[in-house]
T-cell receptor, first 114, second 112 residues
Framework: ETGVTQTPRHLVMGMTNKKSLKCEQH?????MYWYKQSAKKPLELMFV???????ENNSVPSRFSPECPNSSHLFLHLHTLQPEDSALYLC?????????????FGQGTRLTVV | GDSVTQMEGPVTLSEEACLTI???????????LFWYVQYPGEGLQLLLK?????DKGSNKGFEATYRKETTSFHLEKGSVQVSDSAVYFC???????????FGAGTQVVVTP
């Protein structure tokens, strides 16, 4: 149990579908992140939220829409995705503490776009 | 900008062999350094960390020392097990609000 929970673990969706990924953290952290992990590619930071405010959007296509209603929950809304969007999507959280700056990750959602 | 470079894999070892994965970094300011491990089908788990120069992080027989003079944070284990087979990521953070930089990952395969 890492303290960061992602649902669903696996998702298969068509290119015209709309779906959402959910992330929840019980660690009292103030920052939350979405990462994309594709085969043979480095981890890609997609979005960063600090105190519910989006502070980073790494040129992510608009078919990915994040939502952070509070410091414990983070969503990634998906619509009209492409097959190349198939990947493992990882959520993480962290806290601004000099002695404990590490991020904690969820187990990820394996997304397949067909 | 900040970046992390780690050795490419896969690294294939026999059980009880010694493991070293090299990691070097470039960063402005004073980064904290991490090693994460990812088992198949799982997310990243923090393996160890060091938050200032000369600190040694250790966990589960793995060690890494924060070397500011060589900007390195090499991961070592003296005797690996089959269960150590995974992908290992070196990472750093300098910003207060966690803009983490990850290396590309090194796959380690340990055979019986």
């Amino acid at each position: 149990e890492t303290g960061v929970t992602q649902t669903p673990r696996h998702l298969v969706m068509g290119m015209t579908n709309k779906k959402s990924l959910k992330c929840e953290q019980h660690l009292g952290h103030n920052a939350m992140y979405w990462y994309k992990q594709s085969a043979k590619k480095p981890l890609e930071l997609m979005f960063v939220y600090n105190f519910k405010e989006q502070t980073e959007n790494n040129s992510v296509p608009s078919r990915f829409s994040p939502e952070c209603p509070n410091s414990s929950h983070l969503f990634l809304h998906l619509h009209t995705l492409q097959p190349e969007d198939s990947a493992l999507y990882l959520c993480a959280s962290s806290q601004d503490r000099p002695t404990n700056p590490e991020a904690f990750f969820g187990q990820g959602t394996r997304l397949t776009v067909v | 900008g900040d970046s992390v470079t780690q050795m490419e894999g896969p690294v294939t070892l026999s059980e009880e062999a010694c493991l070293t994965i090299n990691c070097t970094y470039t960063a402005t300011g004073y980064p904290s350094l991490f090693w994460y491990v990812q088992y198949p089908g799982e997310g990243l788990q923090l393996l160890l960390k060091a938050t200032k120069a000369d600190d040694k992080g250790s966990n589960k027989g793995f060690e890494a020392t924060y070397r500011k003079e060589t900007t390195s944070f090499h991961l070592e284990k003296g005797s690996v097990q089959v269960s150590d087979s995974a992908v290992y990521f070196c990472a750093l953070v300098t910003d207060s609000w966690g803009k983490f930089q990850f290396g590309a990952g090194t796959q380690v395969v340990v055979t019986p």
